[in-house]
């Protein structure tokens, strides 16, 4: 499994936009899709996205649906989660997570990074 790390969180006001990267190393995710969670304190981890190995599914949760895209370019090793319009309650630590099938809940994930802080104040 390829090791992950995401990169990008930090803080910016309501309306803002930030953009997560998730690198892989170890080896190459070509082969795996990628999606991204998150969970905010004293809630359960939320599925936001997936993007399937081959960019030809990108699926995202209904509430960051239009606000939120997810990319990838595998010559870099690197999926992208391009976070637009931010709320407060998109506060969270963010993850990226890759598997061998498409990965829509977190058990479907064989591989996890360390999570980014992303906070947005009203």
């Known amino acids: 499994q390829p090791q992950l790390r995401e990169y990008g969180g930090g803080a910016v006001q309501a309306g803002g936009s930030l953009n997560l990267s998730c690198v892989a190393s170890g080896r190459s995710f070509s082969d795996y899709s990628v999606a991204w969670f998150r969970q905010a304190p004293a809630k359960d981890r939320e599925w936001v996205g997936v993007i399937a190995w081959n960019s030809g599914i990108i699926n995202y949760a209904d509430i960051v649906k239009g606000r939120f895209t997810i990319s990838r370019d595998d010559a870099k090793n690197t999926v992208y989660l391009q976070m637009d319009s931010l709320k407060p309650e998109d506060t969270a630590v963010y993850y990226c997570?890759?598997?061998?099938?498409?990965?829509?809940?977190?058990?479907?994930?064989?591989?996890w990074g360390q999570g980014t802080q992303v906070t947005v104040s009203s």
């Open positions: 997570a890759s598997g061998t099938i498409f990965v829509t809940r977190a058990g479907a994930a064989n591989s």
